[in-house]
């Protein structure tokens, strides 16, 4: 074996020393720690998971709050109902045939009306035009403000059949053109 001064010795012994624990502490020590640092960041991340989870569960019960209330807005019949634009507006179309029919009245014409948002209102609306009498209009426009859901006529234009100088015998007619809105229920968004 080489022999070596005592000096070097102690310095060979002291690099041997550093080096074993230069093993250990790159070897074993520092892949412990590095799995204790993984499993911290894990589990942060997990409790911010949890955190916005919760925030969900708590939007659930808000979201659950506004359709019950749009359910009971619907249930006062206070918006057309139906799931869809179409929907709607055929039920509103409909609505006024029947109110039309039970006045003794026939509507001729009936077109769709753009759309309409007055704050948190949006209603649709349908064109309609008729000849009637004064009777049967008033029978009708009567049925259209005591409906449900509400019905707003917006626009109304009346003239005589005939222009100024109506045919004398029969029951004076009318040309009648009316513009009608009916509030409709806006899509749920949380």
Known sequence: MLH????????????LLVAVLAVLAFGIILPIVQRFDDLAQSVESQRQELAEYVAVAGQDASVRNLEQRRQAELALGEFLPGESELVQQADLQSKLNNFAQTSGLRIRSARKLPDRERGSV????????????????????????????????????????????????GPHMLEVRLDIYAAVQRTASP
């Open 122 to 169: 949006k209603t649709m609306g349908i064109g309609i035009s008729l000849t009637a009498d004064i009777e049967s209009v008033a029978k009708f426009l009567y049925a259209i403000e005591t409906a449900r859901p509400y019905l707003l006529v917006e626009a109304a234009e009346l003239s005589p059949m005939g222009g100024a100088n109506p045919a004398a015998a």
């Open 4 to 15: 070596m001064s005592k000096p070097m010795s102690r310095a060979t012994a002291i690099a």
